[in-house]
């Protein structure tokens, strides 16, 4: 039988199999047809693997296309990055109001033009999470779901009186809501109650449906960075970690998951945990409550840099990079399979955008710096020193994802998946150069970190997006529809 394609003498990593094998990875149409040993040369193409690891294709389930710049233009760069990284989804989060889309309204009006700037410009695979800022956006989530294949929503829980980049005083005027509405723990509730009332209508297929919460608490992070500014003992990274101090992950936690309870909304997300105490929080709130089937979602940042190691004010982010403590109970709990899945929450800020007057003034800076293009590469290389499983990095950054996002068709190398593979080097390591990304972004708070592997090839629904250290082809990504299936 002739294939589209084999790609030929790699070592196939699965996601949570411990065993990595030898076999050839044989696609038609854009699917994975057969996985074994000696599938022979009977293809229109061949690729040869020369026994490198085949990971399945990332499944970046946290990326902010269009935060700083015009989303049509991230849709393309940003996802050249993705390419580079073996990202071959990206899930990026969306939201009326300041930044974004710069809109107020509703999404039966701005989400098609979300989809317009987007269509065509991408290199990889691609959908949306939204966030209801609105009452009148809690009731488009029938819509969403049913018309666009929208299966995730957010909350941004510390936008009750802070900015994306600090205090803020005029919140109705930053999220552009209607006069008279708060964006606050009330509305909260009442997103979990709109999203569970569509899960409950649509049975086959609620697991797929859910919430991820940003979770710091705005009253603690007001209070401590007055201190924090006051004092003037703190600089950089440490003194805006200390503004937005790990108690008040722990505490957001708490509340959002006695909320989750209260509302019966079992599947909840909650992103970017950054510290031992954030972590702490979840894995006791999903024993205080275990009918809610919580997810743990921690960043490549956040495991690979810290306060002291970070390329300065650039690695400002929200919830911000922690001291070394921090970063090694992140990965005690990644070792002991208590994080459902590791993303880059990339966020392209161009230097002209993200330092103020002052480069070295932390609160002035803007929040969150790209990442994509190391998530993979990084997991990998600092995961084999420390004992973690290459099945359990698959897991980790794309079945898991994957499987709770409703992208069915995505996420391992077996007969009826999508054909997005990426060949990866564990053997190679290389020194982050910001000039070397395709990010549009020219730095990086992880220049002059070692990464210990590399990223040889991408291939998209089997066709290759990055080989020989370039994006090759057009863009040809797509908008995922969810749920899809295999």
Same mark, same amino acid.
């Given at each position: 039988?002739?294939?589209?394609?084999?790609?030929?003498?790699?070592?196939?990593?699965?996601?949570?199999?411990?065993?990595?094998?030898?076999?050839?990875?044989?696609?038609?149409?854009?699917?994975?047809?057969?996985?074994?040993?000696?599938?022979?040369?009977?293809?229109? $193409?061949?690729?040869?693997?020369?026994?490198?690891?085949?990971?399945?294709?990332?499944?970046?389930?946290?990326?902010?296309?269009?935060?700083?710049?015009?989303?049509?233009?991230?849709?393309?760069?940003?996802?050249?990055?993705?390419?580079?990284?073996?990202?071959?989804?990206?899930?990026?989060?969306?939201?009326?109001?300041?930044?974004?889309?710069?809109?107020?309204?509703?999404?039966?009006?701005?989400?098609?033009?979300?989809?317009?700037?987007?269509?065509?410009?991408?290199?990889?695979?691609?959908?949306?999470?939204?966030?209801?800022?609105?009452?009148?956006?809690?009731?488009?989530?029938?819509?969403?779901?049913?018309?666009?294949?929208?299966?995730?929503?957010?909350?941004?829980?510390? @936008?009750?009186?802070?900015?994306?980049?600090?205090?803020?005083?005029?919140?109705?005027?930053?999220?552009?809501?209607?006069?008279?509405?708060? @964006?606050?723990?009330?509305?909260?509730?009442?997103?979990?109650?709109?999203?569970?009332?569509?899960?409950?209508?649509?049975?086959?297929?609620?697991?797929?449906?859910?919430?991820?919460?940003?979770?710091?608490?705005?009253?603690?992070?007001?209070?401590?960075? $007055?201190?924090?500014?006051?004092?003037?003992?703190?600089?950089?990274?440490?003194?805006?970690?200390?503004?937005?101090?790990?108690?008040?992950?722990?505490?957001?936690?708490?509340?959002?998951?006695?909320?989750?309870?209260?509302?019966?909304?079992?599947?909840?997300?909650?992103?970017?945990?950054?510290?031992?105490?954030?972590?702490?929080?979840?894995?006791?709130?999903?024993?205080?409550?275990?009918?809610?089937?919580?997810?743990?979602?921690?960043?490549?940042?956040?495991?690979?840099?810290?306060?002291?190691?970070?390329?300065?004010?650039?690695?400002?982010?929200?919830?911000?990079?922690?001291?070394?403590?921090?970063?090694?109970?992140?990965?005690?709990?990644?070792?002991?399979?208590?994080?459902?899945?590791?993303?880059?929450?990339?966020?392209?800020?161009?230097?002209?955008?993200?330092?103020?007057?002052?480069?070295?003034?932390?609160?002035?800076?803007?929040?969150?710096?790209?990442?994509?293009?190391?998530?993979?590469?990084?997991?990998?290389?600092?995961?084999?020193?420390?004992?973690?499983?290459?099945?359990?990095?698959?897991?980790?950054?794309?079945?898991?994802?994957?499987?709770?996002?409703?992208?069915?068709?995505?996420?391992?190398?077996?007969?009826?998946?999508?054909?997005?593979?990426?060949?990866?080097?564990?053997?190679?390591?290389?020194?982050?150069?910001?000039?070397?990304?395709?990010?549009?972004?020219? @730095?990086?708070?992880?220049?002059?970190?070692?990464?210990?592997?590399?990223?040889?090839?991408?291939?998209?629904?089997?066709?290759?997006?990055?080989?020989?250290?370039?994006?090759?082809?057009?863009?040809?990504?797509?908008?995922?529809?969810?749920?899809?299936?295999?």
């Amino acid at each position: 039988m002739s294939h589209d394609l084999i790609i030929r003498d790699v070592r196939v990593v699965r996601p949570g199999v411990e065993e990595v094998a030898h076999a050839d990875i044989a696609v038609d149409d854009g699917r994975v047809t057969a996985v074994g040993p000696d599938l022979g040369t009977d293809a229109a $193409r061949v690729e040869e693997g020369r026994g490198r690891l085949a990971f399945p294709g990332v499944v970046d389930a946290h990326q902010h296309w269009g935060i700083y710049n015009p989303l049509s233009q991230d849709a393309e760069t940003e996802s050249r990055a993705c390419a580079q990284g073996g990202v071959t989804t990206s899930l990026t989060y969306m939201r009326s109001g300041q930044y974004y889309l710069n809109k107020g309204g509703d999404y039966a009006d701005l989400f098609p033009e979300v989809l317009a700037a987007a269509d065509g410009r991408s290199y990889v695979d691609y959908a949306f999470h939204l966030a209801p800022m609105q009452a009148s956006h809690i009731d488009e989530i029938p819509m969403l779901v049913d018309e666009h294949g929208v299966t995730s929503f957010k909350i941004f829980m510390f @936008y009750g009186s802070h900015g994306l980049h600090g205090r803020s005083n005029d919140q109705n005027a930053f999220l552009m809501i209607p006069e008279g509405e708060r @964006y606050d723990i009330a509305h909260f509730e009442f997103v979990m109650r709109g999203i569970q009332r569509v899960r409950e209508q649509r049975p086959d297929i609620a697991d797929r449906i859910s919430l991820s919460l940003h979770c710091e608490t705005a009253e603690i992070m007001t209070a401590y960075t $007055r201190i924090v500014e006051q004092e003037g003992r703190l600089t950089g990274l440490e003194a805006y970690s200390a503004s937005r101090p790990p108690h008040s992950e722990g505490l957001a936690v708490t509340i959002a998951s006695y909320l989750a309870h209260e509302t019966g909304l079992p599947t909840i997300n909650l992103l970017h945990l950054s510290s031992a105490k954030a972590l702490e929080a979840a894995l006791l709130m999903a024993g205080t409550f275990p009918h809610v089937d919580f997810r743990r979602e921690v960043t490549i940042g956040h495991l690979l840099a810290d306060t002291t190691t970070a390329d300065g004010v650039g690695g400002k982010v929200n919830p911000p990079l922690r001291p070394r403590d921090d970063v090694e109970a992140l990965w005690r709990h990644v070792l002991a399979g208590e994080v459902s899945w590791v993303v880059s929450d990339h966020a392209c800020c161009k230097e002209a955008t993200k330092f103020g007057d002052d480069p070295a003034d932390i609160f002035a800076a803007k929040s969150g710096f790209g990442g994509t293009e190391y998530l993979l590469p990084g997991l990998v290389g600092e995961g084999l020193k420390r004992g973690l499983p290459l099945g359990a990095v698959a897991a980790l950054t794309s079945w898991n994802p994957a499987q709770r996002f409703g992208l069915g068709s995505k996420g391992d190398i077996a007969p009826g998946y999508d054909a997005d593979v990426v060949l990866v080097d564990p053997d190679r390591s290389w020194t982050v150069d910001p000039a070397q990304s395709e990010s549009t972004q020219e @730095y990086t708070p992880f220049r002059g970190l070692e990464i210990g592997a590399t990223v040889d090839a991408t291939f998209l629904r089997g066709q290759r997006v990055w080989a020989d250290g370039k994006v090759e082809g057009t863009p040809t990504g797509r908008y995922q529809h969810r749920p899809t299936s295999v």
